[in-house]
């Protein structure tokens, strides 16, 4: 068996939004309940989002045992606008987000997410679309390498996309960390698997994660109440850059504003205030949860100026 799933910076996040008994709470990424259950001990009302079928089944038994408390929505969070208009619940207390791959998607080998195991190439987390494995089976190289480069940060991208076009057709999340690992030279010694990067970036590909989290932070902004708390976790530079970005012109920091230019239209009324540094976990949580070492938890508080119209 697997270890159960630790929710990353929980306290922290707990701390951030102070859930207590009449909130309505958005959870945008239910996985496995971590931080659902740690709202509804705090006796709050919850609204969890997970576009994965399997979170959303494993998710039923608690949603029994919450006394009415807990929903479950089989929905990716980028739409939670559009599904909380869709059951009368225009506005909420607090949105948390934790983004990335969970946990438990990550040791379900049938899965196709790590290259710890032999699984299929698949990293869908809504189970449904294109796979890991009908991208880099027929996409171009230059457009596998744009992806590698752009989502991976892979300074060799160019390099392994042509060694993976060369080894079509892939069909298991072992066969494409051996063609990584050989196009870049892997030593048994390194810190980090070169295949890593790869993994990442075809992952965040195929769901359109980044698409999807700055869709979600836009949705966030329109469903929080005045003095309503966003919190973000997010697992790697790509994610926290997007994060702390929209919260900077979200506040309106780092606007220039002149007071001695007659005339001049003054800028849109900052949306959210209070936003926090960010914030990362302890020694002692990482030697409890490796998989807590590379996460960023921002959070802020939303003013009572209208949500911005932007496209998403």
Do not use: W
Request: no cysteine.
């Amino acid at each position: 068996m697997s270890a159960p799933h630790v929710p990353v910076l929980l306290d922290e996040v707990i701390a951030a939004i102070d859930p207590r008994a009449g909130m309505e709470i958005i959870d945008a990424t239910f996985g496995a309940g971590g931080y659902t259950a740690a709202l509804l001990e705090g006796g709050a009302r919850v609204y969890a989002f997970d576009r994965d079928p399997n979170a959303i089944r494993d998710g039923a038994a608690m949603a029994e045992k919450s006394d009415g408390r807990l929903s479950l929505h089989a929905e990716r969070f980028s739409r939670m606008r559009e599904e909380m208009e869709r059951i009368g619940v225009p506005q909420v207390d607090a949105v948390v987000m934790d983004i990335g791959v969970s946990s438990m998607q990550l040791d379900q080998e049938e899965r196709g997410f790590a290259f710890s195991s032999d699984g299929p190439l698949d990293m869908r987390m809504s189970q449904e679309g294109e796979s890991a494995a009908d991208f880099l089976n027929t996409a171009d190289e230059a457009a596998i390498a744009d992806v590698l480069y752009q989502y991976g940060e892979e300074r060799q991208s160019r390099r392994v996309a042509r060694a993976i076009v060369a080894a079509r057709p892939l069909e298991t999340t072992g066969e494409l960390a051996r063609v990584v690992r050989k196009a870049l030279g892997h030593k048994p010694h390194d810190k980090k698997d070169p295949a890593t990067r790869t993994f990442q970036a075809v992952r965040i590909h195929v769901n359109d994660e980044l698409g999807e989290l700055k869709a979600g932070l836009l949705a966030a902004e329109a469903l929080l109440k005045e003095g309503g708390v966003l919190a973000v976790v997010s697992f790697h530079s790509l994610e926290d850059r997007i994060v702390k970005r929209f919260l900077k012109e979200a506040s309106g920091a780092g606007r220039a504003v002149s007071r001695h230019l007659p005339g001049e239209v003054p800028g849109p009324a900052p949306v959210f205030t209070k936003v926090s540094k960010a914030i990362r976990p302890s020694e002692a949580e990482i030697d409890r949860n490796p998989r807590a070492r590379s996460s960023t938890l921002r959070h802020a508080i939303r003013t009572a100026a209208p949500a911005r119209d932007l496209a998403a």
